[in-house]
């Protein structure tokens, strides 16, 4: 993603082990989006994908490293220079074992 695509997020304390399951859906303009966990700067993951007009979840796990005391979930997607949009909805963050 550009650094002037479009990037809601959300920071909290982690917990090692964690699975996000954010959910879309989009404009038909939209080529790519995506949903990812970073630590500062850092991706710790990240699942890309296309235009849906329906809500439709995507599964990513994440391993936070030892000494991390913050992550942000975060959605974005590049512009194709035309109105697009992506709403983002029930983004949940669970411990796994």
Known sequence: M??????P????????GRSATPGARSSDALEKG????????????RVGFPATADYTERAL???VPAGVDEITVYAGFDGPGSDTWLQPDDVSVEETS
């Open 61 to 63: 796990t994440v391993r």
């Open 34 to 45: 995506a949903f990812g966990v970073r630590a500062g700067g850092t991706d710790l993951a």
């Open 2 to 7: 550009s650094p002037s695509a479009s990037r």
């Open 9 to 16: 997020s959300r920071s909290g304390p982690p917990s090692p």
